[in-house]
């Protein structure tokens, strides 16, 4: 079991900058892939990206890749989303979430995590 704490959510002008944290708590976090998902407002939720468990292997949504990066310390057992050139279509309710499946080609699968945070709030205004 893994509880996921999300934090650095906020309002931001488009073209600006924030980044989100995940603290996780509980069994090793060196053993999770990890990833972030937001979800719109009317909408489905949708990937955004994906780190394998050593961090050597990343995965980005199109809509976000060149923009945003993410990145873990296994020692802080934090994950993060650098966001830049935000826009105001990036404005959702961001999550992280944690999977034991280390299969590389379903990183991008919603249905692979098996833990969630409760989500963080993130407005870019035009």
């Known amino acids: 079991q893994v509880q996921l704490v999300e934090s650095g959510g906020g309002t931001a002008q488009a073209g600006g900058s924030l980044r989100l944290s995940c603290a996780a708590s509980?069994?090793?976090?060196?053993?999770?892939?990890m990833g972030w998902f937001r979800q719109a407002p009317g909408k489905e939720r949708e990937f955004v990206a994906a780190?394998?468990?050593?961090?050597?292997?990343?995965k980005y949504s199109d809509s976000v890749q060149g923009r945003f990066t993410i990145f873990r310390d296994n020692v802080k057992n934090t994950v993060y989303l650098q966001m830049n050139s935000l826009k105001p279509e990036d404005t959702a309710v961001y999550y992280c979430?944690?999977?034991?499946?280390?299969?590389?080609?379903?990183?991008?699968?919603?249905?692979?995590?098996?833990?969630w945070g409760q989500g963080t709030q993130v407005t870019v205004s035009s």
């Open positions: 979430a944690a999977r034991t499946i280390i299969t590389i080609a379903t990183m991008a699968s919603l249905g692979s995590y098996n833990y």
């Open positions: 509980g069994r090793t976090f060196s053993s999770y892939g």
């Open positions: 780190i394998s468990r050593s961090g050597v292997t990343r």
